[in-house]
């Protein structure tokens, strides 16, 4: 290719066209964090020169209870993951290595749950839930959130097992190695990254869920999302402490996020697009 | 995915003891008990869409089609499924088209910019859609917001955003587009990553033009993660909750009462659970329908793609 005046246009354009969109989905993150970090009286005046002060993040995570719902996310979305890993994993493993009759449908029944509109199965749940006094608790909230971890789980972890080639399975297995050997000392090490990459997108989707504990959860139990809306209502000259809340509800998917780049993809799409 | 299962796990499980057979089904069990006993009263609800069931009364007796007639004949029902039908297709729209050229334009321009824009642009599709509502109020705020600054520098003042019927589909989309738009390039990018090298290097020695070689080979091979990102931002977006819930509650008005928030406000709000459970049935159908034609759509994509590599 020659690279002529016209070339260099044709670039010089795209570039900005890309930059253009980079600061529509970056700036208002960039706001933001902006102004948690100002003082209520500086809120107003939409510079970007002042005195960053940490008074908002003092107030909302020492003199309100966020670190409270921050550690209800934490319980709901760790617990959902983990669950979802110890019954997730191994039947992973047996749609990906074992031919049974109707496997194919059995993973399409799972994966359609990720479908379901959430509401739909809120609305009977909350009435269930209520009878079995599993309304606005750690374990009926873990339970609801299976819905979204565990699709994505078992559809991911069933990738990984299957990348993996049976001869080598089969030659651990002649060697006499007993199965338990086989799947954890051999297997589980193998599809590690897949493995916790997903585990932690898992967790991020749990951790940014709404509507299940919008509506399963009132008081015991009240995860960020949930509790940032309470900052809603309020006037605005409040914006420091909502600015505040939001950061901080972002920052623990976001950090997740960075880590797990090379598998993103991957579980985004449910394994559909290997990237 | 067939040639995976080569090997000994091939035998033909007729032959095995049932032990080694029911072995499969034991292992899925526990995953398939822990999501069927959510999805129960999934099924309980189609049973109290025929009731009068209220969270008020003890009791609750079978009303036939009143409900699903009340809805049918009501203007509450056609408006919330017209929102919802429009908030799905053009967040969606919008979405796979910007996020096909954000992810063309970063493929092609391989500089500083590009590589750390890949990391960077991840981040909107990591908040909470609650939270992101939140950080565009922040923006779009009249008093406080940035937005609003700029507008004036152009002489456009109090522009309403949320609290005019006008505009406040165009924001919730806007903030939908703001979240979902990184799935797509991530995909598109993906997919442009694993594109074969020899068609194009075939197409450079005919001498086609960029425009020819993008709609008779880049886009083809493309088209099953297209499907792929069609399918999933669709299905999410044609129920979307949280977005709307948290920027307006549905208002200004039924502005934006979709068939979800009418479906949890006649729920909850005001306790009327027979009539609430039609609502989100209806939408329940149309996500499936709409699935199902995707996926079909994509596997003969794939096939096609797959002829275009050879």
């Known amino acids: 290719m020659m690279n002529t005046s016209?070339?260099?246009?044709?670039?010089?354009?795209?570039?900005?066209?890309?930059?253009?969109?980079?600061?529509?989905?970056?700036?208002?993150?960039?706001?933001?964090?902006?102004?948690?970090?100002?003082?209520d009286t500086e809120v107003f005046t939409t510079t970007f020169i002042f005195n960053p002060t940490l008074a908002n993040y003092k107030e909302v995570l020492f003199r309100s209870n966020y670190a409270r719902y921050i550690i209800d996310s934490l319980i709901v979305s760790?617990?959902?993951?983990?669950?979802?890993?110890?019954?997730?994993?191994?039947?992973?493993?047996?749609?990906?290595?074992?031919?049974?009759?109707?496997?194919?449908?059995?993973?399409?029944?799972?994966l359609s749950f990720k479908f379901a509109p959430e509401i739909l199965v809120v609305l009977p749940l909350f009435m269930l839930y209520q009878k079995m006094g599993l309304y606005d608790s750690y374990i009926g909230l873990i339970w609801v959130y299976q819905l979204i971890s565990l699709p994505l789980l078992i559809w991911v972890v069933r990738g990984y097992f299957e990348d993996i080639s049976v001869e080598i399975e089969y030659a651990a297995q002649v060697d006499g190695y007993p199965w338990y050997q086989i799947f954890f000392k051999m297997l589980i090490p193998l599809i590690k990254p897949g493995l916790v990459s997903s585990a932690l997108l898992a967790f991020i989707f749990a951790w940014n869920s709404f509507t299940f504990p919008l509506i399963l959860a009132s008081s015991k139990v009240y995860p960020v999302t949930v509790a940032i809306t309470k900052y809603l209502g309020t006037d605005t000259a409040r914006y420091g402490n909502l600015a505040v809340a939001a950061t901080v509800s972002a920052?623990?998917?976001?950090?997740f996020a960075l880590f797990i780049q090379k598998h993103l993809v991957r579980g985004l799409s449910f394994g559909a697009v290997k990237g | 995915?067939?040639?995976?299962?080569?090997?000994?796990?091939?035998?033909?499980?007729?032959?095995?003891?049932?032990?080694?057979?029911?072995?499969?089904?034991l292992i899925v069990a526990p995953?398939?008990?822990?999501?069927?006993?959510?999805?129960?009263?999934?099924?309980?609800?189609?049973?109290?869409?025929?009731?009068?069931?209220?969270?008020?009364?003890?009791?609750?007796?079978?009303?036939?089609?009143?409900?699903?007639?009340?809805?049918?004949?009501?203007?509450?029902?056609?408006?919330?499924?017209?929102?919802?039908?429009?908030?799905?297709?053009?967040?969606t729209a919008i979405e796979i088209l910007l996020g096909l050229g954000i992810a063309l334009l970063l493929n092609s321009l391989n500089n500083w910019l590009s590589k750390v824009l890949r990391v960077l642009l991840v981040f909107p599709l990591m908040v909470a859609p609650v939270t992101a509502t939140i950080v565009w109020q922040l923006m779009l705020n009249s008093s406080v917001g940035i937005v609003e600054k700029l507008f004036n520098l152009?002489?456009?003042?109090?522009?309403?955003?949320?609290?005019?019927?006008?505009?406040?589909?165009?924001?919730?989309?806007?903030i939908d587009v703001w979240i979902n738009t990184s799935f797509v390039i991530l995909l598109v990018l993906a997919g442009l990553q694993s594109l074969p090298k020899s068609p194009f290097e075939s197409a450079k020695i005919d001498g086609g033009s960029a425009w020819f070689n993008f709609k008779n080979l880049t886009l083809p091979m493309l088209k099953p993660s297209l499907y792929i990102a069609l399918l999933f931002r669709l299905m999410a977006a044609l129920q979307e909750y949280a977005v709307i819930f948290a920027l307006t509650k549905g208002g200004?008005?039924?502005?934006?009462?979709?068939?979800?928030?009418?479906?949890?406000?006649?729920?909850?709000?005001?306790?009327?659970?027979?009539?609430?459970?039609?609502?989100?049935?209806?939408?329940?159908?149309?996500?499936?329908?709409?699935?199902?034609?995707?996926?079909?759509?994509?596997r003969i994509a794939q096939k096609q793609a797959s002829g275009l590599e050879g």
């Open chain 2, 31 to 91: 995953s398939l008990i822990i999501t069927i006993g959510i999805m129960v009263p999934f099924v309980m609800a189609i049973w109290f869409s025929f009731t009068n069931y209220s969270f008020q009364f003890p009791t609750h007796r079978f009303v036939g089609l009143d409900n699903w007639v009340n809805m049918l004949t009501s203007r509450e029902f056609w408006n919330a499924l017209k929102i919802s039908l429009l908030y799905g297709l053009f967040s």
């Open chain 1, 251 to 255: 920052l623990p998917a976001i950090i």
């Open chain 1, 6 to 39: 016209k070339q260099r246009v044709l670039t010089a354009l795209m570039n900005i066209l890309l930059l253009i969109y980079a600061v529509f989905a970056l700036f208002p993150l960039l706001w933001m964090v902006m102004i948690s970090f100002k003082a």
């Open chain 2, 1 to 25: 995915m067939g040639n995976n299962n080569l090997g000994i796990k091939k035998v033909d499980l007729n032959k095995v003891p049932f032990k080694v057979r029911v072995r499969p089904y």
């Open chain 2, 252 to 298: 200004p008005g039924d502005t934006l009462m979709s068939l979800s928030l009418t479906s949890y406000q006649k729920g909850f709000t005001f306790q009327k659970f027979g009539s609430a459970i039609p609502y989100i049935l209806v939408l329940w159908l149309i996500i499936n329908v709409l699935a199902k034609w995707i996926v079909k759509r994509q």
């Open chain 2, 154 to 174: 152009f002489g456009l003042y109090n522009f309403p955003w949320a609290a005019s019927p006008d505009t406040a589909l165009m924001t919730v989309i806007m």
């Open chain 1, 78 to 110: 760790g617990g959902a993951v983990l669950v979802s890993v110890v019954v997730g994993v191994p039947a992973a493993y047996a749609l990906a290595r074992y031919n049974f009759p109707r496997k194919e449908e059995l993973a399409f029944q799972i």
